[in-house]
C-alpha cells in the first residue's frame, strides 16, 4: 500500500479543530482505514470512543505518482451527500466538514453497519433493503429530474456536478474496454478465450447496443446519479441502509444507478446459486425476492408520487408518466447489463466472482455473460421486476443442465 501523502497529525489537528465534540478530546487517534485505489480513509478515535471519519482525496492515484486525478471529485462527493441528506434523511453518512484546500470530507463513522458486499458474501439477509434502496433511489434521482426540480435549479447543479475524470473512468471501464480489450487488461477463465471472443469482442449486435447506452450515459443529464452504486457502497445493518462514496456522481439516464444496484444483487445471486444452491435455499429466495422488490417498490413510488411532484403541466398525465417510465426501465436493465458483464470480464472485479473455485468458474462466467446480454439486447421489454428473475432463473436452468 502506497503511503498516504497527508499525515495522522495533519488529520488529528484538523479534525480536533474543526468538530465540537473533539475540542476537549486529549488522547486522540488516526488509523488509516482504506485500502482503495483512489482516496486515503482515516478514521479517528479518541478516549470515550468517539469516532469520525475523515477522506482525503489526493490528486494523484494512490498506487501511481504520476496518474492524476482532479480534486474536484472531494468538492461533488460533499455536495452529493448533503443535498442527499436533505431530500432523503438518514440515508447517507452526515457530513460535519468540508475543507477545500486539502480536500477532505469529516463525516460520521458507520461503525455499526456492515459493507453490504461482505454481508451478502456470507450470505446475510435484510428485509427492509427494498423498500430502502427504492425510497432512496425515488428520492434522490426521480426530484433531480427536469419533471420536478425547478429549470434554473436544474441547471446550476448540473454545472456543480461536470465529474470529468471520474465519467471517463466509467466510459472506459464500462462500455469501452470489455467489448474492445484496447488495455489488455479484461481477464477471465482461459477456458473462456473462445466464448469472450465470439459473444462480447466480435459480437455487433451487442457493441451496438452497448454504444447506444454509452451515448446515453454521456449525453442525457437526466437527474443527479451516486455514479458507482453497489453492494461495495453501502453500509447496512438489519434495520438500516446507508449509501456512501458518491464521488463518481454527475448528471446521467438515472437507470444507471438503479441498473447498478440490481446488476450487483445478480452478481451475489448466480454465484451463490452454482456454488451452494440448497445449502443456502433462504438467502437465493431472498436475493430473487429483492431483484423483484426493488424494481417492484422503486415503480410503486414513481406511480403512486407522479402527480403530486412533478411541475409541468405539459408533462403531468398519464400517457406522458408511462412514457417516461418505460425509458427508466428500458435504461435500468441495459445498465444492470454493462455492470454484469464488465465486472466479470474487466478490470475492476468483484469478490462475488473472485472466490468463487476455478473449477465452476469458467461456468459462472459464461452464465453471467448471458444474462448481461440479454438485459441488455432485450431491455425494452423487461417491464417489471419478475422480468429480471425470469431471465436469471432462465439461465441458471440451462447452465446446471447443459453446462453451456
Wanted: aromatic fraction near 10%.
Amino acid at each position: 500500500m502506497m503511503k498516504s501523502r497527508i499525515s495522522p497529525e495533519v488529520v488529528i489537528s484538523l479534525v480536533k479543530s474543526k468538530i465540537d465534540f473533539f475540542r476537549n478530546s486529549n488522547d486522540m487517534r488516526c488509523q488509516e482505514i482504506g485500502d482503495g485505489n483512489v482516496n486515503y480513509i482515516f478514521r479517528v478515535t479518541d478516549s470515550k470512543n468517539q469516532s469520525v471519519i475523515v477522506k482525503y482525496a489526493d490528486a494523484f492515484i494512490r498506487n501511481s505518482k504520476t496518474r492524476e486525478l482532479s480534486t474536484k471529485r472531494s468538492e461533488i462527493e460533499y455536495e452529493i451527500l448533503k443535498y442527499q441528506n436533505q431530500v432523503c434523511p438518514d440515508s447517507v453518512p452526515k457530513v460535519y466538514y468540508f475543507d477545500r484546500e486539502l480536500p477532505c470530507i469529516i463525516m460520521e463513522d458507520l461503525k455499526d453497519y456492515t459493507i453490504m458486499r461482505t454481508a451478502l458474501m456470507e450470505h446475510q439477509i435484510f428485509p427492509l433493503f427494498a423498500e430502502h434502496i427504492s425510497k432512496f433511489l425515488y428520492q434522490t434521482l426521480f426530484k433531480t429530474t427536469d419533471l420536478v426540480m425547478p429549470s434554473n435549479d436544474k441547471k446550476e447543479f448540473v454545472g456543480k456536478l461536470i465529474n470529468v475524470d471520474m465519467c471517463e473512468i466509467s466510459e472506459r471501464l464500462v462500455f469501452m474496454e470489455p467489448y474492445k480489450n484496447r488495455q489488455g487488461l479484461n481477464s477471465y477463465h482461459e477456458k473462456n478465450k473462445e466464448f469472450v471472443r465470439r459473444e462480447l469482442y466480435q459480437n455487433e449486435l451487442l457493441i451496438f447496443e452497448v454504444g447506444k447506452l454509452k451515448n446515453r450515459f454521456k449525453n442525457v443529464a437526466q437527474s443527479m446519479l451516486h455514479g458507482d452504486l453497489h453492494t461495495g457502497s453501502i453500509f447496512i445493518n438489519q434495520k438500516d441502509t446507508r449509501i456512501f462514496d458518491p464521488e463518481f456522481s454527475f448528471f446521467g439516464p438515472m437507470g444507471y444507478d438503479i441498473g447498478n444496484i440490481i446488476g450487483n444483487l445478480i452478481l451475489s445471486w448466480v454465484p451463490t446459486s452454482l456454488t451452494l444452491g440448497l445449502q443456502q435455499q433462504a438467502y437465493l429466495e431472498w436475493v430473487e425476492n429483492t431483484v423483484k422488490d426493488s424494481i417492484d417498490l422503486f415503480v410503486s413510488k414513481y406511480s403512486n408520487y407522479y402527480a403530486q411532484d412533478v411541475i409541468d403541466p405539459m408533462l403531468n398525465n398519464d400517457a406522458f408518466k408511462q412514457h417516461y417510465l418505460q425509458t427508466i426501465l428500458s435504461d435500468t436493465s441495459g445498465y444492470a447489463g454493462t455492470e454484469i458483464i464488465r465486472r466479470t470480464v474487466g478490470v475492476a472485479k468483484v469478490k462475488d466472482i473472485q472466490v468463487v473455485d476455478d473449477k465452476i468458474k469458467p461456468l459462472l462466467e459464461r452464465t453471467l455473460i448471458r444474462i448481461g446480454q440479454e438485459l441488455i439486447l432485450n431491455r425494452t421489454q423487461l417491464k417489471s421486476g419478475e422480468a429480471y428473475v425470469d431471465i436469471v432463473s432462465k439461465q441458471l436452468s440451462i447452465c446446471k443442465k447443459r453446462g453451456y
